[in-house]
């Protein structure tokens, strides 16, 4: 929980126009990043369901929706953390970046949720809905609606 955490802060760090942690601690997706943090770190204890609580507070102080039960490596940037709404069952991998509007869901109930790889960077108002699996290193351009018959992988490592 708290190497994560770390992570997130280290890579911030190393981002340019980064203008110190005070500065950053100003600002919500600090707050959003560390709620998800340190409540997911309750995940198969006896305090989770009560520290879930928070997460509600969270949501409704935020106006974003990072659940606990989502699963989201370390390195984790958020940029203008308004209007982000996560699916409990998305997976993110490390070193990923997301912008504010952004959707990570499923199209109806029972269906997949999106995997997200790592080193991934998702644009603001991007969508990405279903079983929809993000290749490492991928850049999801603003205000793009991806679903599983919408979005071909690219072929990495083809000859050209």
């Known amino acids: 929980m708290l190497d994560d955490f770390r992570a997130d802060v280290r890579r911030?760090?190393?981002?340019?126009?980064?203008?110190?942690?005070?500065?950053?601690?100003?600002?919500?997706?600090?707050?959003?990043i560390l709620t998800?943090?340190?409540?997911?770190?309750?995940?198969?204890?006896?305090?989770?369901?009560?520290?879930?609580?928070?997460?509600?507070?969270?949501?409704?102080?935020?106006?974003c929706y990072v659940p606990t039960t989502a699963t989201i490596g370390p390195g984790l940037v958020i940029y203008h953390a308004f209007g982000i709404i996560i699916n409990g069952k998305s997976?993110?991998?490390?070193?990923?970046?997301?912008?504010?509007?952004?959707?990570?869901?499923?199209?109806?109930p029972g269906d997949g949720?999106?995997?997200?790889g790592n080193n991934v960077t998702i644009g603001t108002g991007a969508c990405i809905f279903g079983p929809v699996v993000i290749p490492d290193?991928?850049?999801v351009k603003a205000n793009a609606v991806i679903t599983p018959s919408s979005f071909t992988p690219p072929n990495v490592g083809a000859p050209s």
């Open 12 to 32: 911030l760090k190393s981002l340019p126009g980064y203008r110190g942690l005070v500065w950053w601690m100003l600002d919500q997706s600090f707050w959003v």
């Open 36 to 63: 998800y943090r340190l409540i997911s770190g309750t995940r198969g204890t006896v305090l989770h369901t009560p520290f879930r609580v928070f997460e509600k507070i969270a949501e409704f102080m935020f106006k």
């Open 91 to 108: 997976t993110i991998g490390s070193n990923c970046t997301i912008y504010a509007r952004v959707c990570l869901g499923n199209r109806f």
């Open 113 to 116: 949720t999106p995997t997200i």
């Open 137 to 139: 290193n991928y850049v």
